[in-house]
């Protein structure tokens, strides 16, 4: 998992701002997942993606979107239409034909 | 789609003393069942998984079973020390496709009291 890295670790966001999260991996991954972790709750997947130019929604992708331009970048962007978007963001990745998901350390986003 | 119920939510032990925590999960197609420790504002770092033609896994202090006739699954922590005080994730897991489907619990926040 110390292959997977998030930037920042921070980050702020202004009523009606786009913000995008980093994430990259050098584990020769092929699968990427974004998940968003509330207090009390679980894992909730976001978005997906299994390969190059190719992505999912998840269980609550409204509000969000991704791309998957380079194997080892996932970028999620948090528009404005997300209105609650304070939470801790995992970025996950898992090499083919494996069944472990490793995860990024992490981005925590605030609301101003 | 798949569900996943983890207890207890808290979970409150005596250093040395042993913890179990306990999930269920709802889709029977499941096969793989990690176990994921997350220290405050960190990462979840897999501890255990468990296959599903297997039921019982153990590493040193930690172990797993699973139940796949009644759908449940467990992490037993013996000899608990200070620093296994962290959240605690089951998980359940299949891949249909090519595409892996990872459903999580809410977690269990195990605090070991020196």
């Known amino acids: 998992d110390g292959g997977i890295t998030q930037s920042p670790k921070y980050l702020f966001r202004k009523e009606g701002q786009n913000v995008t999260l980093s994430c990259e991996q050098n584990?020769?991954?092929?699968?990427m997942y974004w998940y968003r972790q509330d207090p009390g709750q679980g894992l909730r997947l976001i978005y997906y993606?299994?390969?190059?130019?190719?992505?999912q929604k998840g269980d609550i992708a409204e509000g969000y979107s991704v791309s998957r331009e380079k194997k080892e970048s996932f970028p999620l962007t948090v528009t404005s239409a997300q209105k609650n978007p304070t939470a801790f963001y995992l970025c996950?990745?898992?090499?083919?034909?494996?069944?472990?998901?490793?995860f990024g350390p992490g981005t925590r986003l605030l609301v101003l | 789609g798949e569900n996943v119920e983890q207890h207890p939510s808290t979970l409150s032990v005596q250093e040395g003393d042993s913890a179990v925590i306990k999930c269920t999960y709802s889709?029977?197609?499941?096969?793989?069942f990690p176990w994921y420790k997350q220290e405050l504002g960190k990462r979840p770092q897999l501890i255990i998984d468990?296959?599903?033609?297997?039921g019982e896994k153990k590493d040193q202090r930690i172990a797993v079973t699973l139940n796949k006739t009644a759908k449940h699954f467990s992490l037993h922590i013996t000899e608990t020390q200070p620093e296994d005080s962290a959240v605690y994730f089951c998980?359940?897991?299949?891949?249909?496709?090519?595409?892996?489907?990872?459903?999580f619990g809410i977690g269990t926040k195990l605090q070991v009291i020196p």
């Open positions: 996950a990745s898992r090499g083919q034909g494996e069944e472990t998901q490793y």
């Open positions: 584990l020769n991954h092929d699968a």
């Open positions: 993606s299994q390969i190059v130019n190719d992505f």
């Open positions: 889709d029977s197609a499941s096969n793989y």
């Open positions: 468990i296959r599903s033609n297997v």
């Open positions: 998980a359940a897991s299949r891949s249909p496709g090519g595409y892996q489907k990872v459903t």
